[in-house]
């Protein structure tokens, strides 16, 4: 099932089922996104705590174990929140 969602903005917003040939893959993608889902409160706690974003991109690798464009993403989440 696959919803395109359009507006007067450059932007197109696409909504979708995922769906997994196996069990395992289904697995890694929940572990993936609860493990960034919790990157993200973590760089959000520690932004509040006055965390500076240069050691948040230091830590957050050795933390979860993953990669720097994961960390990034987290962090402008994050940040995105307290803005808000």
Known sequence: MLTEKTSNSNFVTVECL???DTDEDKKKVLDL????SSMVRFAYKRLLDKTEEKDLRKLLPI?????ARYSHAAIVLAQQTLDA
């Not at 933390?63 to 990669?67: G, L």
């Open 33 to 36: 996104m609860r493990k960034f």
């Open 63 to 67: 933390r979860y174990d993953m990669n």
């Open 18 to 20: 995922l769906a997994f």
